[in-house]
């Protein structure tokens, strides 16, 4: 930033020259105000700030992505990743202050972030820009805040679901840091050693996760940033024969148990020389690790140690235009061990029982190295219309393949209240691992594609209220499709022979805070499908879920209460029916169900309401704060799906169906102080 006078300057100089002021040139007092062009980014955005404050999420901004139009839950109450407008949660890409990242939600569902060092957090459903690549679904772009430099500082909280702390403060007069570290209660719901309906917790599951920083401003132009993040989920039980699981299928009696983790160190360098130009450069260092085990021995294990690197330079010296040029490289290595009994399906298959391999056991590993470079122009045509082009070229060496990546956004602001767009996109990501692997699926497997499009229109009808409508259009190709045990062409496993589509239609009405409450309505339809390419038939997806509606809404009665609510109802997603059973193959004593067409059947509608309440006070002369909350408050029966229960008396026209509920009514209560 150029030197500017002060305002202070200013008027004098317009006094002396109007005579009322009688001075020389000398006697004149200047000030000067330099700017800082590598400022540290340390307050959360306006928008993160209403997510933080969505009631149920236990002030996590990533996971209030549910209330907003087009995301579902894949794994219902309990866990699982976000589907993204009729895309699988594998479809999805994350980036964690804009490097790739392996997950960022724990197995439970809620994000791996302390709630306190999310600075932005970016959706992107469809149609997203050049600058993000591997991906054919959504987008997850997540900014941690830079550390504050300030005294030290450490935040203690708490709640029935988690603990953490916080620490923070000021090194130099340049150079700060931040560390986090939090970790799960949820091991306090379950006893372990206690054994019912056959299951017994010899592990009750765990999650914990951190972040850090260290940051040095040099000079004015220049940030160094230094960062750390990991993760890790893990459990066990032991199925036994009288479990349900153990009389469906025999092969999982035993112990079972999960650890996965993740472990991030990076750098980062910007460089700010001038008001035109910024140049970046980031590398980081990612360890992963993924083990299951189950029933007599099984496992598989999955390792991966990956190196990325991105750089770009982004400059506005041309008229009108904002150019970005960056290059992005990652190199994978991939060990993967196993003792299995394979079962070759995917998502699209109805009975996997009958898709059974013979038990292998052996290690394979892949090395693949993935490059790419993007070229963005966002141009500003007139006043009134900008246009954001974009071009994106990957290539991996493991398959080998070379994509060239078209994309474009067009904005036009057609007055100050009515913005309209359309935007466009091709993508594409490496396939599935399993599906991949030499041993266990077809290492000629292709990547999959995709194509977006989308168009709508924003309004603003005050400084209050706005509303925002658009209708997509998803198309995906090469998906995995499992090869029948009994074909001819069975060894090669997989084959990527089935594709998809899905559209839909998302209508967003916005009040920003205003007489001390602010909030969103959302309502969206939808349509997923898939295509079996070789039989040419075409089903649901089973994450296909035509109408959601979301509803929150925040009030804040004085300073010190807060209080928010969120209501989500939706159809119920797809799910293929029983509709009979038989003799297990290798186990004739048991039985297994049968299952009909494919996402032929509905679920009952879900509905849930979540009810929140904060009471920030001073406690010995620091800030704290108390949450009260009730996730679902109705107590609303939730049905997430069915299945076969073997009671050890059914018969082919008498068994046992049992539904899948979500959470129940369940209250927590959190804590939180700032020493």
Known sequence: MKPKLLTRSIYLILFCSLGLVQADEQAIEKMEVVGQRNQALTEPSAETKKLLAVAGIDGDPINSVYSLPGVVFAGGDFGGEPAIRGSSPEDNGFYIDSMPADYIFHLFGDSI????????????????????????????????????????????????????????????????????????????????????????????????????????????????TFSVNGARDSGGINISAASEEGRIDPDLIG????????????????????????????????????????????????????????????????????????????????????????????????????????????????????????????????????????????????????????????QWFVSQALTLFAKAGKYSRFPDIDTALEKLGNPNIDPIESAHYATGAEYEFDDVWSTKIEIYHKEISKLARAVDVDAPNAEQRYTSDTSGQAHGIEWMLEKSLSDNWYGWLSVSWSNSERTDDILAVTTDYYLDTPLVVNAVANYQLNDH???????????????????????????????????GELNSETLPTYSRLDLQAKYRYLMFGNEAALTFAIINALNSENVSGYYFLPDGNETASDFNIEQEEGIGIFPSIGFEVTF
């Open 113 to 224: 972030f302390n709630k306190d060092l999310v600075r932005d957090f970016n959706l992107e459903a469809a149609a997203f820009g050049s600058e993000y690549g591997d991906v054919v679904g959504g987008v997850f772009d997540v900014s941690l805040r830079d550390p504050e430099n300030q005294d030290l500082a450490i935040k203690l909280d708490a709640s029935l679901l988690k603990t953490g702390v916080l620490v923070e403060s000021a090194v130099t007069e340049n150079q700060a840091f931040y560390f986090s570290y939090r970790r799960s209660l949820i091991h306090l719901f379950y006893s372990e050693g206690d054994e019912e309906d056959g299951i017994t917790v010899f592990d009750a599951p765990v999650s914990d996760d951190y972040q850090g920083k260290y940051q040095w401003l040099v000079g004015n132009e220049h940030k160094i």
């Open 255 to 410: 112990d079972a148990s999960l650890n996965n983790g993740f472990h991030t160190q990076g750098v980062s360098w910007e460089y700010f020389p001038n008001e035109l130009d910024t140049f970046s450069v980031a590398v980081n260092h990612v360890s992963t690790e993924s083990r299951e085990k189950y029933g007599a021995e099984q496992f598989v294990q999955l390792e991966n140690d990956q190196v990325n690197f991105r750089g770009s330079v982004k400059t506005a010296r041309i008229s009108d235009h904002q150019v970005t040029l960056g290059i992005d490289a990652q190199r994978n290595d991939f060990e993967y061990s196993f003792d299995i009994i394979p079962y070759f399906c995917t998502d699209h298959d109805t009975n996997c029982i009958d898709q059974k391999g013979e038990r292998i056991a052996d290690t394979d590993n892949i090395k693949a190295i993935m490059l790419a470079a993007y070229l963005q122009d966002r141009w500003q045509i007139t006043p009134s219309i900008s246009l954001t082009t974009g071009l994106r070229v990957e290539r991996d060496d493991y398959t080998e393949k070379t994509f060239v990546h078209p994309r474009a956004n067009i």
């Open 561 to 595: 209460w807060d209080f928010g609510m969120r209501f989500t109802a939706r159809s119920g997603a797809k799910y293929t029916p029983i509709v009979g059973i038989k003799a297990n193959p290798d186990f004739p004593d048991t039985n297994v169900a049968v299952y």
